[in-house]
């Protein structure tokens, strides 16, 4: 009897430890506490009986609404024992607690400080930088028109970016041959993108595209291309083992990555919604197809080095 208890332990513990909530939590919230792009239920109010019941009824279709397709993608390949493993973390309130690693914690909770360049600093809009005593160039010197950009008071477009909910909104066509896609669904609740919380993904990565019914990231997203370089003994630049004098005038190299590359993580800065709003300059721009199939798709992979010597 107690052999069988332990067992069962064992098998329990495990399958909370291998359960994730962390693609959860970009729409659903660190603690389950927002509607998913504005529509869902707020996940930490359900039970568990309830929420194992939504997961599994996603799975084989008979639970949903709009956002059907998106859910459909995301529990695919979870078994009875992941859902009841997840349900299990968000009413034990540890939704938090799984999608951040300690040492992110530890960071959180240490007192701020003067440091260098670092990523948070740059995405939470920091300008007071240690620079070992190396000037600082501010906006102010870089801009044109010399003046402060963040003391400007300019208003925004008024437009309603009105949009399908994801999983049932119609493609665009590309804008131009190997343009990046528009996003033709809503964003609410999903930006904005960082490293560390990319709702995107949870749709888009090949392996949920299809059952998501989206746009699977293409090859290029899974691709290094900048060369290895570094300086050699006589000062010379070296890249891809190369000296090289002119260091631009270099073709383009591809390194293949098992993750999504660091240089394309913020979606939102290549991939933006459409609005209906009348342009203040009338665009006559038409695109060139020579071949309609690069209306819904890139070869952006296989020309990169087009007209490079």
């Known amino acids: 009897m107690i052999k069988k208890l332990l067992i069962g332990s064992i098998v329990a513990s495990s399958a909370i430890y291998a359960a994730s909530v962390a693609a959860c939590t970009g729409c659903h919230g660190a603690n389950f506490e927002k509607k998913a792009l504005g529509t869902s239920k707020i996940v ?14 996603y799975k084989d279709g008979s639970y949903g609404g709009a956002q059907k397709g998106v859910m459909k993608g995301q529990v695919a390949a979870l078994s009875d024992a992941d859902m009841a493993a997840i349900a299990d973390i968000i009413k034990g309130g540890g939704a938090k607690k ?26 939470s809009g920091k300008t007071d930088y240690d620079l070992n005593g190396k000037k600082v160039v ?3 010197e870089l801009g044109l028109r010399k003046g ?19 999983g049932s909104a119609q493609k665009f ?21 960082t490293r560390k ?19 699977p990231l293409p090859k290029t997203h899974f691709t290094n291309y900048r060369p290895n370089t570094k300086i050699g003994k006589d000062g010379s630049v070296v890249k891809e083992g190369k000296a090289v004098k002119n260091t631009s005038d270099v073709k383009t190299v591809a390194h293949s990555l098992k993750s999504l590359s660091m240089a394309r993580f913020n979606c939102s800065q290549c991939h933006v919604p459409q609005a209906n709003v009348k342009p203040l300059v009338k665009n006559n721009f038409r ?12 070869d952006l992979v296989n ?3 087009d007209g490079v010597k």
């Open 173 to 193: 066509a590309r804008s131009y041959v190997n343009a990046p896609p528009l996003i033709p669904h809503s964003v609410e609740g999903l930006l904005p993108i």
């Open 98 to 123: 799984a999608a951040a690693p300690a040492a992110e914690k530890k960071a959180e909770a240490a007192p701020a400080k003067k440091e260098g360049l670092k990523e948070d600093n740059i995405e």
């Open 287 to 298: 695109p060139d197809f020579k071949d309609a199939k690069f209306k819904e798709k890139s």
């Open 44 to 57: 930490k109010d359900l039970s568990k009986e309830d929420i194992v019941k939504a997961l599994k009824g």
């Open 148 to 166: 402060n950009l963040f003391d400007e008071n300019t208003k925004p477009v008024d437009a309603k970016f009105d949009a399908p909910a994801p």
């Open 303 to 305: 020309m990169i080095n």
């Open 197 to 215: 919380n990319n709702a995107c993904l949870g749709c888009h990565m090949p392996d949920k595209a299809k059952a998501a019914g989206a746009t």
């Open 138 to 140: 501010d906006e102010v």
